[in-house]
């Protein structure tokens, strides 16, 4: 009736660790997990496979890899029903080189993190993922996202994001989204399209329109959207940037104060 459906803002990268039979997409008929929503599984420090072993909650496991490719190849070898691809998160690049901080990252900063996109490109990422509501990622700014893009499409990769703002600057992220795609080439796409707050509902239709017009400019901009009528995320969404600034351990202990 149906080819396989493809689940394209995945977030199985740690139940597929626990149990790589998949039966709570397999049974919905998707077949291809894309993952990489602005974190991805590497590259890692020792530092971040540290505090990724440590964050674990209810699903864990061992972490013996450092790259995205190595953490797909484990899922290859361990056994998994669906498919399984990933982007390379702009945030996990950020905490690779920069860290935790609100800062601009240097240009040899910059360089650096252009490797590690380029390296992920090279083991089979599907090119950049941002999402920007959340530290760290939301400390790049729109050049920095452009260079990794930049890196990323050397290989024919393309860049997808949950944009800056889905509330009340809806389109002023719509507007930097299709400039990363004006100023790299790439093919760009935003997250699950959506103005959030009854106030901000009436920008779909001029967020739409600012889509079509990007594209009849030539910019390869698109947009996927999730089929209900309602948003889920976590509690880190409606914490101020500078709550969150320094990591996990910084933010709890703030939340302490």
């Known amino acids: 009736v149906a080819p396989g459906f493809i689940n394209?803002?995945?977030?199985?990268?740690?139940?597929?660790?626990?149990?790589?039979?998949?039966q709570s997409d397999?049974?919905?008929?998707?077949?291809l997990e894309v993952m990489g929503e602005g974190e991805s599984m590497g590259p890692l420090t020792p530092a971040m496979r540290a505090?990724?072993?440590?964050?674990?909650?209810?699903?864990t496991y061992d972490v013996p890899w450092t790259t995205l490719g190595e953490y797909l190849s484990l899922l290859e070898r361990q056994g998994v029903s669906t498919n399984v691809a990933s982007f390379v998160g702009a945030a996990t690049?950020?905490?690779?080189?920069?860290?935790?901080?609100?800062?601009?990252?240097?240009?040899?900063?910059?360089?650096?993190m252009q490797d590690l996109v380029r390296a992920a490109m090279r083991e089979g990422a599907l090119g950049v993922g941002s999402s920007l509501i959340y530290a760290p990622g939301s400390f790049a700014n729109t050049d920095e996202l452009v260079a990794l893009t930049a890196a990323a499409h050397?290989?024919?990769?393309?860049y997808i994001s949950h944009i800056r703002s889905?509330?009340?600057?809806?389109l002023e992220a719509i507007d930097e989204l299709s400039e990363i795609g004006r100023r790299t080439g790439a093919p760009v796409q935003m997250y699950h399209m959506k103005p959030?707050?009854?106030?901000?509902?009436?920008?779909?239709?001029?967020g739409i329109a600012r889509l079509n017009a990007a594209r009849a400019k030539g910019i390869d901009v698109s947009a996927n959207i999730y089929p209900y009528t309602a948003g889920a995320t976590g509690l880190d969404a409606a914490m101020p940037l500078w709550v969150q600034?320094?990591?996990?351990?910084?933010?709890?202990?703030?939340?302490k104060q």
Do not use: C, P
């Not at 394209?8 to 998949?22: F, I, K, Q, T, Y």
């Not at 397999?26 to 077949?31: A, D, E, H, L, P």
């Not at 505090?51 to 699903?59: F, G, V």
């Open 166 to 170: 889905e509330a009340d600057r809806f």
């Open 8 to 22: 394209v803002l995945s977030w199985a990268n740690e139940s597929l660790m626990h149990d790589g039979r998949s």
């Open 93 to 112: 690049v950020r905490r690779h080189v920069v860290g935790y901080d609100d800062k601009r990252a240097s240009r040899e900063q910059l360089l650096r």
């Open 51 to 59: 505090e990724m072993i440590k964050q674990q909650s209810d699903i």
């Open 26 to 31: 397999i049974s919905q008929g998707v077949t």
């Open 245 to 255: 600034e320094g990591g996990h351990d910084a933010w709890v202990a703030r939340l």
């Open 154 to 158: 050397e290989f024919g990769g393309s």
């Open 196 to 206: 959030a707050g009854a106030k901000n509902w009436k920008k779909s239709k001029t």
